[in-house]
């Protein structure tokens, strides 16, 4: 049983990579809808509220912490990791070794929530891996509640927001040929995103999903099951007004029965 947690249902995002990684696997999610976005909010907030998470799903007997978020990565990881006896594993840190191995230009570009560019975390875990990479984190905060719209795929206003924020990448970093996508919500636009990329800095710029890359850290962190059989998500809230309607755009495939739950 891996716990996930996420400020809303974005980090379903990763729960669908893990879901189609590891097999067997029984995913027990937890989305902090009723306090959703994190991206905004101080260190100290998103820390508690990691803590509050991270404890209703340990308290269910999950054996390894996945925390899907990448602000609560940024800002909570550390805490966790020292405070509870199983893994706990963030997406920063697989996002920032993909991207490190990627890199061809050695000049890395990441996009993410106000909190994830402000906490430097990927500047961090990019500069432990090779401290002679450069990265350039920028904030594009509009772009989760236009994943959360479904405005997404060749959507104009969707492809004029993007544009922007890749113009104002490309004006701090022209040299990139790694974007990555450092925010849950971002695959959803990952078309897009890669599209408007490659115009905006005249080649294909090689685009790192943050879930892909945890899903893969967490395969090899786990023992394999053979003949595994599917994998199963029981998936919690902590407020339900919109889980019907935008959680199976994030997870794939229906979540089955959702479960409001008090922190
Ligand atoms: N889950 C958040 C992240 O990946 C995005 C949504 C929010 O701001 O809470 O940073």
Redo the contacts with the bound molecule.
Sequence with gaps: MIGVF???V??LTVARALSEAVPGVTLLYLGDTAR?????KSADTVARYSRMAARFLTDRGVEMLVVA???ASAYALEALKAELPIPVLGVIEPGARAAAAATRSGQIGVI??LG?VRSRAYERAIGAVNPALGVTAHACPLL?PLAEEGWIGDDPIAAQVVRRYLEELRARAADLDVLVLG???YPLLRPLIGRIAAEIFGRPITLIDSADAIATAVKQARRPTPDAGASRLQCYVTDEARIGEIGERFFGRSLGTVERVDL
């Excluded at 959703?36 to 905004?40: I, K, N, R």
């Design positions: 996420d400020s809303g974005g980090g959703v976005p994190y991206g905004s978020c990448n602000t993410g929530t994830t989760v925010c849950t919500h």
